[in-house]
């Protein structure tokens, strides 16, 4: 007979019980208020928003909705490709910034067009090439992979390329809440609507050449894998400009809770209307209570698990749940902190429709209030107020450790 020695069957018994209070379905009961549900449920969304059937306590009022899904938005496919958006359609309170999350196999393309609306991309995985015009005449070409950012202003016409074994999957966010894809200006379009004699004297070529021009949109497309970024480079203009910019690259800020990297016009100029920030929060940490005065906040959750408290003043407050693939979106102002409610790390993107990233911690705030001020608001006395005093930072600490016993 095989005995398992104290330990571990201590620590079977924990992952048992783990894995049982990760199954159950939540309940909407907290002490002795509320009451199971007898009516039809849902046990896998109820399982991935617990704070929604059973709210916190300190949740309170009317809020709209914060969160959405990725995996909700209408997926549209292509050759070799796909992509999916999230605009103020699909989030009402998404109205300074959109996003769109697309993937280009090897060799395809993302057809050369532009916007209305400035592009801000972030490469969530892989590699691809990128091709931008500036109003000079000059052309900037660079290869990209995971962590790597690019920017491109309003009208700028631009084409991407999957590089690699796999290609590329990225997020792209514009600075409308109202964008959308099918309002791109896409050259295939822009040709098929002009009529050919125009297109010959304008080019100075004859009209056969463009006999086997495309009649619709080509969008997302194979191609041919295209040579070195040494022989593009040659081969064109090059651009006084830079358009891209290797983020995972930054020295992070670290914090005994997790790190950060910020990435606004400070050190990547060009980005005037798009700053971020990428966030790792280590298990159990807490990115701090803080708000931002200057834009609405439209995070992207890559991995982990997550709680988000948003107070909105006037006595409202509403807690939800993300996961890898989920957006928020937190008006300006609103106070907010990010909690890692899972195992392992969780890492999101913040973004904003602003030259510079800004945020004011709460307790920052208060380290810098006049400490009887402090008290006095919070009634604070004896032993607890100089506990709090003490604890308090002077600097900055945006993303705390797990709360040590006392």
């Known amino acids: 007979m095989h005995l398992l020695s104290v330990d571990l069957q201590r620590s079977i018994l924990d992952e048992l019980k783990a894995a049982t209070l990760e199954d159950k379905v939540p309940v909407p009961r907290r002490g002795k208020y509320g009451n199971d549900i007898l009516g039809p449920v849902n046990p896998d969304r109820a399982r991935q928003e617990p704070d929604h059937v059973r709210p916190p306590a300190t949740d309170a009022g009317k809020l709209g909705n914060m969160k959405w899904s990725f995996t909700d938005s209408h997926m549209r496919l292509e050759e070799g490709g796909w992509a999916r958006e999230t605009t103020v359609r699909e989030m ?69 390329q999957g590089l690699g074994d796999r290609g590329v999957e990225f997020l792209l966010i514009f600075d409308d809440g109202n964008f959308s894809e099918d309002s791109t200006f896409l050259l295939t379009d822009y040709l098929a609507r002009t009529p050919r004699d125009i297109l010959a004297k304008n080019f100075a070529v004859s009209e056969e050449v463009f006999a086997t021009l495309s009649q619709r949109e080509k969008y997302i497309f194979q191609g041919s894998m295209p040579g070195t970024l040494d022989d593009a480079r040659r081969a064109v203009t090059p651009s006084k400009h830079r358009f891209t910019h290797r983020m995972l690259e930054q020295k992070p800020a670290k914090f005994p809770g997790g790190e950060v990297r910020i990435t606004d016009t400070r050190n990547f ?59 928020a979106v937190i008006p300006k102002n609103n106070a907010h902190y990010v909690e890692n409610i899972g195992k392992g790390d969780v890492e999101f993107l913040e973004m904003f429709r602003a030259p510079l990233f800004e945020d004011f911690s709460t307790d920052q705030w208060l380290a810098q209030t006049p400490a009887q001020e402090v008290a006095e608001h919070l009634n604070l006395e004896g032993s607890r107020r100089e506990e709090f005093l003490k604890a308090l930072n002077k600097t900055k600490v945006p993303v705390k450790a797990r709360r040590q016993s006392f």
């Open 269 to 327: 100029p060009i980005s005037k209307t798009t700053a971020a920030a990428h966030v790792i929060v280590y298990e159990g940490g807490l990115r701090e209570m803080h708000w931002h005065p200057n834009a609405d906040e439209w995070t992207f959750f890559l991995r982990g698990h997550a709680r988000i408290t948003v107070f909105a003043s006037n006595g409202v407050a509403r807690t939800f749940n993300y996961m890898a693939g989920d957006v």
């Open 92 to 160: 009402p309170l998404s109205t300074e910034l959109a996003g769109v999350n697309m993937r280009l196999g090897r060799g395809v393309y993302r057809e050369l067009h532009w916007h209305s609306e400035a592009e801000w991309a972030y490469i969530i995985e892989g590699e691809c090439r990128i091709t931008v015009l500036d109003t000079e005449g000059g052309c900037f070409i660079d290869d990209l992979k995971k962590g790597d950012l690019w920017y491109f202003p309003t009208g700028f016409p631009h084409g991407i």
